[in-house]
């Protein structure tokens, strides 16, 4: 499962609560949810579903939803709810449901206010090159979840990467000397759980490694796991319309250490082509670019749903419908065994 929520470190007379919120790269996980936060009847509905879905995926699921739509094409079309509203949703969806949050950010200014709600930062797609942007959300210590540019290769996403790396490694260095101090007064049992779980984890990513195991390797041997995930989300195609390159997932996770995931819902997107020059959408190729995608070797989902896609105030054309998403979700997780076994 999805490597989430709390490890309790039991010490004689203390007890150390740390939150533990990564990526997996050996268990197929998803994050899906609306585009964005509505009401909380509709937002509780779809985060409630995910919550029994969770159950069949095993890396599982992350809810997501904006709290606000900053980069649409209109200046008419839907915002969200904003951040201080926005965000209160979410935190209302944890509440409820027990499930990690992402949410998206588009200023510097909102990764750390963000950061105090969600599990998850999510840079979208038209960011992903924006340097204070992806510093923010790096320094903030919270995994972080880059969209691919439409127009960038692959291996352009390192320097994404490496930024929010970066950030996230000067963070840590000022956390861990604030934790050493405080160790120093209470003996080094915490020290020695640390190694523990860092042995294990490198014999656990050596075994997968191990030789004959060549078809997907991990992002990096010594970790089953990352604080930092790349999304592909399609390749512009002339004018209105984007195509996937199936490639893409292994060069993208061999360019950023970093494992991929497919948002097959964004791909089948048709920017401008809807009504009054919305965005359009092609939700019938959503099904076999997903499973596509996983035999590929894509290491997680992402989709966006909603119970009534005609209706939802952004998005509609390429969301996947609330009612078939277990179908697909159950398809994929097949996929993802045999194609890994």
């Not at 649409?72 to 709810?81: K, P, Q, T, V």
């Not at 920017?271 to 959503?286: D, H, L, T, V």
Request: net charge negative; charged share 20%; hydrophobic share 40%.
């Amino acid at each position: 499962m999805l490597g989430w929520g709390p490890v309790a470190i039991w010490l004689p007379t203390l007890m150390l609560a740390i939150e533990v919120a990564v990526f997996p790269a050996d268990a197929l996980f998803l994050i899906a949810g609306p585009c964005v936060a509505e009401s909380d009847d509709l937002n509780l509905r779809v985060g409630e579903h995910l919550a029994r879905l969770a159950e069949r995926v095993p890396g599982g699921i992350i809810y997501k939803a904006s709290f606000d739509k900053a980069n649409r094409s209109n200046a008419g079309a839907a915002r969200g709810l904003g951040l201080d509203e926005g965000l209160a949703a979410l935190q209302r969806v944890a509440r409820a449901t027990g499930l990690p949050i992402l949410t998206d950010v588009h200023l510097p200014e909102q990764c750390a206010v963000a950061a105090e709600v969600v599990d998850v930062l999510q840079i979208p797609a038209f960011l992903c090159r924006q340097t204070d942007l992806l510093e923010a959300a790096g320094a903030t210590g919270k995994p972080v979840n880059i969209k691919k540019g439409q127009w960038m290769h692959p291996e352009g996403m390192r320097g994404a990467v490496e930024k929010v790396r970066m950030a996230r490694e000067s963070g840590v260095v000022n956390r861990e000397s604030g934790i050493r101090s405080r160790k120093s007064g209470i003996g080094n049992q915490e020290a020695e759980y640390a190694d523990a779980e860092l042995q294990q984890q490198s014999e656990f990513g050596a075994q997968r490694n191990g030789p004959g195991d060549s078809r997907f390797p991990l992002p990096d041997s010594r970790f089953p796991t990352s604080e930092i995930a790349v999304t592909e989300r399609g390749t512009f195609y002339g004018y209105g319309d984007l195509v996937v390159d199936m490639r893409s997932f292994m060069r993208m996770r061999a360019a950023c250490e970093a494992p991929v995931i497919f948002d097959a819902t964004h791909s089948v997107q048709r920017p401008g082509q809807g009504a009054g020059g919305s965005s359009g959408g092609a939700r019938e190729y959503i099904p076999p670019l997903t499973l596509a995608a996983v035999a590929a070797g894509a290491d997680a989902l992402f989709l966006e749903t909603h119970p009534d896609p005609a209706n939802a105030p952004s998005d509609g054309p390429n969301m996947m419908p609330l009612d078939r998403l277990n179908d697909l979700v159950e398809r994929a997780v097949e996929t993802w065994s045999l194609s890994r076994g």
